[in-house]
Every structure is written in C-alpha cells, then in structure tokens.
C-alpha cells in the first residue's frame, strides 16, 4: 500500500484532508470487493497514520490564548462538568459556546457531539463529529460516534463505512468491526478463517 502522498507545503486542512480521503478510498475499494480481506488493511494502514501524525503535530492549528479562548475553556470545563451529571442539554449549550468562540478546537465539537447524540439530536451530533473529524481524523472514537448517529438516522451503509474508518484508524480495537458485522451480517467483515488467522498474527492469539 503506498504511502500518503504529503509535503511540507500542504495546508492543515489540505493534509487532513488527504488523509480522510485514503481513509475513505480504502473503504470504498473494500465495499466493491465484497469486503474481503479488509481486516488486513488494518496493519498496513498503520503505515500511513505512522507518516501522518508528526506532520500533524506540525501544521495543527493552536488556538491564541487570548481573551476568547480563555472564555471558551470556561465554558467547556463546565460544559464537561454539566455532562457528567447527565445535564445533557446545557452541556451541549455551553459547548455550543465554546465552539462559537475557538472553532478550531476538535474536543469542543467532540464534546458537542456527545451532548447532542445523548438528547437524540443524531444529525446536529453527526454534524459536530464530521467538524471534529475534519480537524482530527485520528479520533476512532469520532468515527465510532459518527457511525453510531447515522445508524439511528436510517443510513446503515454510511454507518458501517464509518465503523470500518474507526478500525482502520486504530486496528488493534475490533469493536468497530463488530458494530458493523451487527448493523449488516450479510457484511463478513471477520469471516473465520481470516479472523482467527488476522488475530493470531497481531495478538498471538493461539
């Protein structure tokens, strides 16, 4: 599998968004396929995360620690701290406002996200994962979260590709995979043989 094809040129946004586009080249590839063979896709990803985090950390966008960002690290630790007391609803309005002040922090739309999808608003959650994705792919759990609320929208095949992203991005959990073999059986994603062959190789699992 080659490497992504980046350069010290590229544009934070034009590099994650090269990577999301292999990401979803992969899956797509996969889905013609019948989705044989994809688990191995796992380990050899890797390859390309491995090449694509240390330009991350370079071209990542840090927020000014100015008055506006103060104010919005205010409003998402209460945000947080209203989300763990099951205050769904006002977490999801301080969030909200945290994200109106510094867009380009991915764990306020993160943190959005989940406010939204525990109030069962699943496409302003989606909505809030994708924005969060776009500035960091490397999340398995935004995927994760993104597939989950296009589940509960009635888009099965955009939720399973989801799931399959999630693995990708982080092959040693096969959760993901299982949500997607749970959402579509006719998908065999793990069939046997390659499922016991494909773990016994990464988790020398007899």
């Known amino acids: 599998m080659p490497i992504l ?10 590099l994650c968004e090269a990577y999301i586009k292999k990401l979803r080249s992969i899956v797509e590839k ?12 796992g380990p050899s990803f890797k390859k390309i995360t491995d090449a694509f985090i240390p330009l ?3 071209k990542k966008p840090r927020p000014r620690t100015d008055e506006n960002f ?27 406002r945290a994200v109106s002040l510094v867009p380009q922090k991915h ?8 406010a939204l999808k525990k109030i069962g608003s699943y496409d302003a959650a989606a909505k809030a994962f994708e924005k969060a994705i776009n500035l960091y792919p490397l999340s398995k759990d935004y995927w994760v979260n993104l597939g989950e609320c296009l589940q ?34 006719r998908i065999s994603l793990s069939g046997k043989g390659e499922k016991r062959g494909f773990l016994k190789k990464l988790f020398g699992i007899k």
């Open 5 to 14: 094809d980046f350069n010290e040129e590229m544009t934070f946004e034009e």
């Open 30 to 41: 996969a889905k013609e396929k019948g989705w044989k063979g994809f688990l191995r896709h």
């Open 56 to 58: 991350y950390a370079r």
């Open 70 to 96: 103060e104010l919005a690290e205010r409003e998402f630790k209460l945000g947080k701290k209203l989300y763990y007391e099951e205050n769904y609803r006002e977490a999801a309005e301080r969030f909200q």
């Open 107 to 114: 764990a306020y739309l993160g943190f959005l996200g989940l």
């Open 152 to 185: 509960a929208l009635g888009a099965p095949g955009k939720a399973v590709e989801a799931f399959a992203i999630a693995y990708l991005v982080e092959p040693t959990d096969l959760n993901p995979i299982r949500k997607a073999e749970a959402l579509d059986p």
